[in-house]
């Protein structure tokens, strides 16, 4: 969704891999849908640092990877949206986690 209307879409930057380099931005848009920044540091992450608030979050703040881009919506629910390098867990669109490899 566009940033116009309350999305990330133009903050976007899609690497080679799939994954975005601006991850930290997607979750920053959801602040008021989260209850804190601290959920989204692995607890087993020792290179990155929980956040006390999203008013100095940064990509530092986050330990979890996000796929963006204009097929990340319910029409692809089998599409990979989140992913943890630590546990190699990955979170679908349709909301299901697998772990250890991808579906």
């Given at each position: 969704?566009?940033?116009?209307?309350?999305?990330?879409?133009?903050?976007?930057?899609?690497?080679?891999?799939?994954?975005?380099?601006?991850?930290?931005?997607?979750?920053?848009?959801?602040?008021?849908e989260l209850n804190?920044?601290?959920i989204l540091v692995?607890?087993?992450?020792?290179?990155?640092?929980?956040?006390?608030?999203?008013?100095?979050?940064?990509?530092?703040?986050?330990?979890?990877?996000?796929?963006?881009?204009?097929?990340?919506?319910?029409?692809?629910?089998?599409?990979?949206?989140?992913?943890?390098?630590?546990?190699?867990?990955?979170?679908?669109?349709?909301?299901?986690?697998?772990?250890?490899?991808?579906?």
């Amino acid at each position: 969704m566009s940033t116009g209307k309350g999305g990330t879409l133009e903050l976007c930057d899609r690497g080679s891999d799939g994954y975005d380099r601006n991850s930290f931005r997607h979750f920053q848009i959801m602040s008021n849908e989260l209850n804190t920044p601290k959920i989204l540091v692995c607890p087993n992450d020792p290179s990155k640092h929980a956040a006390l608030n999203f008013q100095d979050f940064q990509a530092d703040n986050v330990s979890y990877r996000v796929h963006s881009g204009t097929n990340i919506n319910d029409t692809h629910p089998n599409e990979v949206i989140l992913y943890c390098p630590i546990h190699h867990n990955y979170g679908y669109e349709d909301g299901s986690v697998s772990v250890g490899k991808p579906k």
